[in-house]
């Protein structure tokens, strides 16, 4: 079982940052991959980045390229997620999630946390 609380949401200009955090709770965390998705208003929750679970393999949307960086530290049991360059279109509740491989699909995924908000402003 793990237990994920996300934080470090906000509002921000755009063209500002945020960084994202997910502290995960269990002995087990260094097990899982992790990924981060968002959902918009009236949207689908979409992926965004994931990150297998030693580090070695790390998956973006394409939306988010170049200016997400997603990152983990196991010892302290969390997930980052760096955001720069934020657009309006990133606005979203921010969601991270455990799995036992890393994907792109919810499906694959078997723990979440509650969301954290993300708005950005123009």
């Known amino acids: 079982q793990v237990q994920l609380v996300e934080s470090g949401g906000g509002l921000v200009q755009a063209g500002g940052s945020l960084r994202l955090s997910c502290a995960a709770s269990?002995?087990?965390?260094?097990?899982?991959?992790m990924g981060w998705f968002r959902q918009a208003p009236g949207k689908e929750r979409e992926f965004v980045a994931a990150?297998?679970?030693?580090?070695?393999?790390?998956y973006y949307a394409d939306s988010v390229k170049g200016r997400f960086t997603i990152s983990r530290d196991n010892a302290k049991n969390t997930v980052y997620l760096q955001m720069n360059s934020l657009k309006p279109e990133d606005t979203a509740v921010y969601y991270c999630?455990?799995?036992?491989?890393?994907?792109?699909?919810?499906?694959?995924?078997?723990?979440w946390g509650q969301g954290t908000q993300v708005t950005v402003s123009s």
């Open positions: 999630a455990a799995a036992w491989v890393a994907g792109t699909r919810e499906g694959e995924y078997d723990y």
């Open positions: 269990g002995r087990t965390f260094g097990s899982y991959a």
């Open positions: 990150i297998s679970w030693r580090g070695g393999r790390i």
